[in-house]
C-alpha cells in the first residue's frame, strides 16, 4: 500500500495512505479526544473535539474524518486547538447535569475525563437545561436523555451493526434528541433486541445498565476475562466484580470473534449465577425418588457414598450398567476428567452430552 | 465451522439453512448483516419468517422436514446448468457421478412440489451459490434434527464440494454450535465412540496411549450408547447407575414423559449441577457445581477457537469448581494423577490428543487458537481442508428426500416444529436472569393467522396442543411467521414443554432426534 510521510506536532510520521489525521496520531503516540468516533462505526464528525490545526487548511478540521496527505502539517495541540475544545466542552456542560457524584458513569466517563483535562468547570454557560423523564420501562437499562450529548455512536452501532435501527435523532437544534420512532419508548416501539451495544458505546452516563446500578463506583470494579456462557460463539467478555458479585459484562474486543459487541443474553443475562436458587452444599436424597426431598451432607459422606455406589452397581452388574452425561455447558478440562472417569475408571464408553439436542 | 467467524464477512453468498441466527448465534448474526451491508447476496431457507429474511435476496421458504428434496434440487440445477467446479471436483473429491445422477431426479418442478419453494427461485438460489466467487453456507440444528439430518449434511457438503466453496476464506460448511462449549465437550470425548481429540474408541493403538497414560491395564472398545439410548436402556433396567454433569435432560430430551420414566427406574443417579433442575430433583446425590465465572478453564467456540475463562469469584456456599469434584471422584475410584489446577488437567489433555497438541494457556490468552493446533509454533487453523481433506478426498454421498417420521394427517393435522428464543437459552440459565425472564416470561406456539381464523383462535388465547406423545397448554401467537399448517414452539418452559410433543425419531447415523417436525392437533379450550 502506498505510504505517505506528513508532521504531527513536529513529529515526522510515515503511514499507509488513506487513514485519516486521528489514526496517524494514534500511532505516532500523539493523544487527540474524541467523542463521537469509534474504530468500529463509521466516521462522524459531529463531536468536533478531534479538532486540529493542519497548515494550509482553512478552520479546524476534524481528524477523524480528514484524511492524510503528503506534507500535510498538523498542530494536535495548538492553542487555538484547545481554546476550541475548552468551547465544545463548555457547550456540552452548559446542558449536562453535573451529578457526577452519584452519576454510575463516573471514572469511566470520557466527558468527565476532558473536563478535567482541559480544566473546564462547567459554569462557564447558563441557559436552558433538558428536563427528560428517564426510560426505565425495560428490564436492561436505563435512557437519561438529559445526560445525551448527541455523539450519535449509539445511533451508529445501532444502524451498523445491529442493523435494526431501533432509534435515531429527532427535533431540531437544542431539542434534538436520540428516540426510538415516534418518540415512546424502546420497548414500546418494539424494534429492539436490547443487545445494549448502545450502552457500551455510549462515552457519557446516558445509558446505563440497571444490575451495575448503586453496586461501585468504576475505578471499584475488579475486571476479568472470560467467555460468554450461552451459545456457541464464544463472545470474550469482561466480568465487572466487586465484593464477589458479577455487577457488570461488557464485550471484549477480540477482533477475531465478537469485536467487543454482545447480545441481550451475553450482556445482561449473566446475574442467574447469583440466583438464590443456586444449589451450594451437597444433597442427598431422603423421599420418594422425584419427590424433591433433600438433606444436605458434607463433601466426604456425598463423594464417599458416590464412588461406594459407583464401584457397587460396576461390580453387581458390569461396567455397561453405568453411563455418563458429559456436559456442554462445562469446561474442557471437566469434560476431559469426566469421560476419563467413565473410560478409565468405570470402564464403559456410555459417554454422551446433549450435542445432538 | 470449517471456517471461521471472521471469516463471514468475505464471502459473496450467504446460505442459511436451519438457522434463525440473529436469534440462536446473535453475534453471527451481526456479521451476516455486516456481510450483506457489503453486498453480499443472501439466501435464507427457513420455513418461518426469521429476522434474516428481511436482510434476504432470496428466501426459500421450505416445508419443514424437505431440506433434502431442496439441497439436491440445487445440486440438480448447479449439474444441469454446467455450474460446478469441474477441477476442484477432479483434484479434491471422489464420487461425483454417482451423486450426479442420483440427483438428476430432482428437477426443480419436482423439488417445488416437494418443498413449497417456486422452482424459479430453486434455480436462482442454486446459480447465485455456485457464481460465487466466495460462497458459505451457515446450518444449524434445523439442518440435523430431522431423521435425515446426516444426509441433509452430506447434502450440504456435496453442494459445497461440487462447487469448490470450501478449503479457502468466505467458504466452507459451517454448522453453529449451540452451547458455549459444546464443541469442546466433543473435542474431549464426550461422545461414546471417541476419546479426546475424535481418535475411535475401536482403534487398539489410540486405547493403549491413553491406557498407558492413564494407569489402566485396557479400556473399552466397544462405542457406548447414546444419550436417547441410554436413556431408552435405563427405562428397559439395563442401564442402572448414571453420572449427569450440567444437563438437563427431563427438559431437553424429546419425549420427556420417557425420559422421567426412564431416571426413576435407576438404581442411582448423580447429578453435578449448580440448580436442582428437573432432572436432579431425580438424583439420589446432588453435587453443587461453579458456574462460568466462578472457575478457570477452556471452552472451544463453534469455529474451534480454544479459549480461556477466567475465575471472577468464588462459588456460593460450599459449591466446588466441576474439574475439583470430579478430581476428588477420580481419586476415591482409584486414579492415578492428582490435579492441582486446571491448566494442569490442560497438559494432559495437550499430551494425549493431537489436535489440541499445541495449547498452552499462555498461549490462548489474547484471542484463543483454532485447532488443530499440532505444536507449540503452530499458529492455529482458521480454516480447515486448505490442500486436502481429512480422509485425503472429498468424500461426495448420495443421500435420498426422505420425509419426516411423522407427517400431518386428519387427526393432527398440523406441522409441529420447534426451537430457541432471543431471550431465552436452553431450559435453565436464562430462566433464574430477572431481565431475561421479566421480558419473556411465558411460552407461545406460533400459528398462521388463516389457521387462527378456521379454528376461531385469536391472539393471546391459550389453546392446547396435542401428539400422540402428550399434551401441553400453551398461549397461542397469531403471526405470519410461520405458514399455514405449521406451529412453531420454543422449548425453554417446563410450564409447556415442547418436549412432550416431540418425537424421539433418530437420524439412523448421529442418532439426532427430529425436534423439528412432528404432527399435532391444536384444541380451542372452553372459555
Known amino acids: ?357 | 465451522m470449517t471456517n471461521s467467524i471472521a471469516d463471514i464477512a468475505q464471502a459473496d453468498c450467504i446460505f442459511v439453512i436451519g438457522s434463525n441466527t440473529t436469534e440462536n448465534h446473535p453475534v453471527i448474526g451481526l456479521k451476516v448483516k455486516e456481510a450483506v451491508r457489503r453486498g453480499a447476496k443472501l439466501i435464507v431457507a427457513d420455513p418461518r419468517h426469521i429476522e434474516l429474511v428481511d436482510w434476504a435476496y432470496l428466501w426459500l421458504r421450505q416445508r419443514p422436514g424437505t431440506d433434502l428434496a431442496l439441497l439436491n434440487g440445487l445440486l440438480h440445477v448447479i449439474v444441469k446448468e454446467g455450474l460446478y467446479d469441474q477441477k476442484f471436483i477432479e483434484e479434491r473429491t471422489e464420487g461425483f457421478e454417482e451423486v450426479r445422477e442420483a440427483v438428476e431426479e430432482y428437477t426443480p418442478e419436482k423439488v417445488a412440489e416437494l418443498t413449497g419453494v417456486p422452482a424459479r427461485d430453486i434455480v436462482e438460489a442454486a446459480r447465485l451459490y455456485a457464481r460465487g466467487p466466495r460462497s458459505t453456507i451457515l446450518y444449524a440444528m434445523g439442518i440435523t434434527q430431522h431423521i435425515t439430518g446426516t444426509a441433509n449434511v452430506m447434502a450440504l457438503a456435496n453442494l459445497a464440494m461440487a462447487c469448490g466453496h470450501i478449503g479457502k476464506e468466505g467458504s466452507g460448511v459451517n454448522p453453529l454450535r449451540g452451547q458455549n462449549n459444546v464443541q469442546g465437550a466433543c473435542d474431549m470425548g464426550g461422545l461414546p465412540n471417541v476419546l479426546p481429540g475424535y481418535q475411535p474408541v475401536t482403534d487398539p493403538e489410540v486405547r493403549r496411549k491413553f491406557a498407558l497414560a492413564w494407569g489402566v491395564e485396557d479400556l473399552p472398545g466397544e462405542p457406548g450408547l447414546t444419550v436417547v439410548e441410554m436413556m431408552r436402556a435405563a427405562e428397559e433396567g439395563r442401564l442402572k447407575g448414571m453420572y449427569i454433569l450440567g444437563e438437563n435432560p427431563l427438559l431437553t430430551d424429546p419425549d420427556v414423559s420417557h425420559v422421567e420414566k426412564a431416571l426413576k427406574n435407576l438404581e442411582f443417579l448423580v447429578v453435578q449441577d449448580i440448580f436442582l433442575t428437573e432432572t436432579a430433583r431425580l438424583a439420589d446425590v446432588v453435587l453443587p457445581g461453579a458456574a462460568f465465572a466462578e472457575k478457570e478453564g477452556t471452552v472451544t467456540n463453534t469455529e474451534r477457537r480454544v479459549q480461556l475463562m477466567h475465575k471472577a469469584i468464588d462459588p456460593p456456599g460450599e459449591a466446588r469448581a466441576d474439574w475439583e469434584i470430579i478430581g476428588e471422584l477420580l481419586k476415591r475410584l482409584g486414579s492415578q494423577g492428582e490435579y492441582s489446577s486446571p491448566e494442569d488437567v490442560m497438559r494432559e489433555i495437550t499430551r494425549l490428543t493431537p489436535s489440541y497438541a499445541g495449547i498452552t494457556y499462555s498461549r490462548l490468552e489474547e484471542k484463543g487458537l483454532q485447532w488443530p493446533v499440532p505444536s507449540l509454533d503452530h499458529p492455529g487453523t482458521p480454516v480447515l481442508h486448505r490442500e486436502k481433506f481429512t480422509r485425503g478426498k472429498g468424500r461426495f454421498h448420495v443421500v435420498h428426500f426422505r420425509p419426516p417420521a411423522e407427517e400431518p394427517d386428519e387427526e393432527y393435522p398440523f406441522l409441529f416444529t420447534t426451537g430457541r428464543l432471543l431471550y431465552h437459552y436452553h431450559a435453565v440459565i436464562s430462566r433464574k436472569s430477572r431481565g431475561l425472564e421479566e421480558i419473556c416470561p411465558e411460552p407461545e406456539a406460533e400459528i398462521n393467522p388463516a389457521d387462527a381464523l378456521s379454528l376461531g383462535i385469536e391472539d393471546g388465547e391459550t389453546v392446547e396442543l396435542i401428539s400422540r406423545r402428550g399434551r401441553v397448554k400453551v398461549k397461542a401467537r397469531v403471526t405470519e411467521r410461520v405458514s399455514k399448517g405449521t406451529i412453531f414452539m420454543s422449548f425453554h418452559f417446563w410450564e409447556a414443554a415442547a418436549n412432550l410433543l416431540t418425537i424421539a425419531a433418530l437420524d439412523p447415523v448421529s442418532k439426532i432426534p427430529e425436534y423439528k417436525a412432528c404432527a399435532v392437533k391444536v384444541k380451542k379450550l372452553l372459555a
Request: aromatic share 8%.
Open chain 1, 1 to 357: 500500500m502506498a505510504e505517505v510521510t506528513l508532521t504531527i506536532d513536529g513529529q515526522r510520521v510515515t503511514v499507509p495512505e488513506g487513514i485519516t489525521v486521528l489514526e496517524a496520531a494514534r500511532r505516532a503516540g500523539i493523544f487527540i479526544p474524541t467523542l463521537c468516533q469509534d474504530d468500529r462505526l463509521s466516521p462522524w464528525g459531529g463531536c468536533r473535539l478531534c479538532v486540529v490545526e493542519i497548515k494550509g487548511m482553512r478552520g479546524l478540521p476534524a481528524s477523524c474524518v480528514t484524511a492524510v496527505a503528503e506534507g500535510m502539517v498538523v498542530e494536535t495541540a495548538s492553542p487555538a486547538v484547545i481554546e476550541a475544545r475548552k468551547e465544545i466542552l463548555s457547550l456540552l456542560l452548559a446542558n449536562h447535569p453535573q451529578d457526577c457524584l452519584t452519576c454510575s458513569k463516573s471514572g469511566d466517563c470520557r466527558l468527565q475525563d476532558y473536563a478535567y483535562l482541559y480544566g473546564v468547570r462547567g459554569d462557564e454557560y447558563q441557559g436552558e437545561r433538558h428536563n427528560y423523564p428517564l426510560e426505565e420501562d425495560n428490564p436492561f437499562f436505563i435512557r437519561d436523555m438529559n445526560k445525551c450529548i448527541l455523539c450519535g455512536k449509539c445511533v451508529r452501532a445501532c444502524a451498523e451493526v445491529q442493523g435494526r435501527s431501533a432509534i435515531d435523532f429527532a427535533y431540531r437544534g437544542f431539542n434534538t434528541r436520540v428516540t426510538p420512532p415516534l418518540d415512546v419508548t424502546l420497548r414500546e416501539a418494539g424494534d429492539c433486541v436490547f443487545c445494549g451495544n448502545c450502552v457500551q458505546v455510549c462515552p457519557v452516563g446516558a445509558l446505563t445498565e440497571k444490575q451495575r446500578l448503586w453496586q461501585g463506583r468504576e475505578w471499584e470494579f475488579k475486571k476479568v476475562r472470560s467467555i460468554c456462557s450461552y451459545c456457541g460463539v464464544g463472545c470474550n467478555i469482561t466480568l465487572y466484580v466487586k465484593d464477589g458479585r458479577v455487577v457488570k459484562v461488557t464485550g471484549y474486543e477480540n477482533p477475531e470473534v465478537n469485536n467487543g459487541w454482545l447480545c441481550v443474553k451475553g450482556r445482561f443475562g449473566f446475574d442467574y449465577i447469583h440466583s438464590s436458587e443456586r444449589l451450594t452444599r451437597p444433597l442427598i436424597r431422603t423421599g420418594e425418588r422425584g419427590s424433591g426431598q433433600f438433606r444436605e451432607a458434607s463433601w466426604e459422606e456425598a463423594l464417599d457414598l458416590v464412588a461406594e455406589k459407583l464401584r457397587e452397581i460396576k461390580e453387581k452388574h458390569g461396567p455397561e450398567s453405568l453411563g455418563v452425561l458429559c456436559s456442554a455447558k462445562c469446561t474442557n478440562e471437566e469434560n476431559y476428567l469426566l469421560q476419563k472417569l467413565a473410560r478409565g475408571v468405570l470402564g464403559t464408553n456410555n459417554v454422551d452430552h446433549c450435542a445432538r439436542l
